[in-house]
């Protein structure tokens, strides 16, 4: 028999202790300490009025229902109408259609606090089942804009589920990282600065260990502006999934373009940040970066070196050249694998990033000779960008040389 939540309600819910990895459950006492329009909120027990007040509650509830930042693209909405709008409705498996939130002490492993999760337990038949939409949120600090942000990450992480149970992870978590800034929580940006000063962690992996956030986030901003909020709602809808997904979501929106090609433009992007004269391409409008990418810079020419890089992560090289009369800068690149290389080059006018110059790089020898044209007076910044275009388990070395010759 369904019995109505109220406030005051007292309910048991199993949960995960993540004290201990794999997670063990456990249950825990909670009570209803407030209802909004789309939303219970349960507090356990021992965290109430120690950790958790009713300003929190309220707070959490406005967001969740009514308003969200300036920075959210309406602040006259929810984080539930913004995100549902975006990405789909959630699953209705109590038929209830309020979102559970159990606020409580989710822990620490080996120094990793926990700020959120959804289990898809809850959506099935099981011994550990709740049978409800929930939402697991940390108690501390429970209702500022981190925490918030957490709930609009962890509610695209529910709707996915309802459409496309075995998403890959680095893609789910790009669209859980642009759920917050759909929101106005761009409150990962040290996440952002943490990738950008070491771009060797690729974007696309095998699993959740190796997902990096910060990357995340930045690429689910990228194709949020360049593809559109109708491309995300496909994407979460396709049941392909990772790379198949993304271009059958292409298809589905009528959008003729390709993973590889807005992968290595998104690259370019991390490094100039910048409107230019001839593409918009290149510019994040939602967000700000907190740094320019990690570069190897030679200040000195001719030079020979090797680097590698992991698939789906990105070398930044960097050519500064002294002021000459007009000459070529010949590139020597050399791998065992160049089929897989994508490689760009960023020309920069005399510093101004508006004017950059952006060339493709086809590699198609095993040892590949190509030239840079005219630079020394106008272009006096040569940036090659440097990824694989697939997953590897280990970095792919490379060699080059560079000159300057007539």
């Known amino acids: 028999m369904f019995l109505p939540i109220r406030s005051e309600t007292k309910k048991e819910f199993w949960t995960w202790n993540l004290n201990v990895m794999p997670p063990e459950d456990t249950k825990i006492q909670a009570t209803c300490r407030g209802i909004g329009k789309n939303v219970y909120v349960f507090v356990s027990n021992d965290v109430w009025m120690v950790s958790v007040f009713q300003k929190d509650i309220e707070r959490i509830i406005n967001a969740f229902d009514f308003s969200t930042p300036e920075t959210s693209i309406d602040k006259n909405k929810g984080i539930y109408e913004i995100i549902t709008k ?70 695209q992480h529910l709707i996915h589920w309802q459409y496309d149970r075995d998403e890959t992870a680095w ?37 959740h260990q190796a997902i990096n956030y910060g990357a995340c986030l930045l690429w689910g901003t990228y194709i949020y502006e360049r593809l559109g909020i109708e491309f995300l709602g496909n994407l979460v809808c396709e049941k392909e999934n990772g790379i198949k997904g993304f271009q059958k ?16 433009e998104w690259l370019v992007t991390n490094y100039i940040n910048t409107d230019l004269a001839k593409d918009k391409n290149y510019k994040y409008k939602s967000i700000s970066l907190p740094t320019t990418p990690a570069i190897k810079h030679f200040f000195s020419l001719p030079i020979r070196d090797t680097g590698k890089v992991v698939g789906y992560a990105v070398n930044y090289l960097k050519f500064s050249i002294e002021r000459t009369k007009s000459k070529k800068l010949r590139i020597t690149f050399k791998s065992d694998s160049l089929n897989d290389f994508l490689i760009k080059i960023i020309r920069i006018d005399n510093d101004d990033l508006s004017n ?31 990824s694989v275009l697939k997953v590897t388990k280990e970095p792919i070395p490379y060699s080059f040389s560079a000159s300057l010759i007539p």
């Open 249 to 264: 979501a292409l298809i589905n929106t009528n959008i003729e373009d390709d993973f590889s090609r807005i992968f290595g």
């Open 86 to 155: 975006v990405f789909g409705s959630p699953p209705d498996v109590d038929n209830d259609h309020r979102i559970y939130f159990l606020i409580s002490q989710l822990g620490a492993y080996h120094g990793h606090h926990f700020d959120g999760f959804f289990r898809f337990i809850d959506e099935i038949e099981g011994k550990y089942s709740n049978h409800a939409e929930i939402l697991y949120l940390d108690c501390d600090n429970a209702s500022d804009d981190y925490h918030l942000g957490i709930i609009a990450h962890e509610f």
């Open 171 to 207: 893609l789910n978590e790009s669209l859980s990282e642009v759920a917050m800034i759909l929101c106005g929580y761009y409150t990962d940006k040290k996440q952002v600065a943490k990738y950008l000063n070491n771009t060797d962690s690729p974007l696309i992996s095998k699993g």
């Open 356 to 386: 950059s110059q952006i060339e493709d790089v086809i590699l198609s020898e095993p040892i590949k000779i190509f030239d840079v044209n005219d630079v020394g007076v106008n272009y006096r910044e040569i940036i090659l960008v440097v």
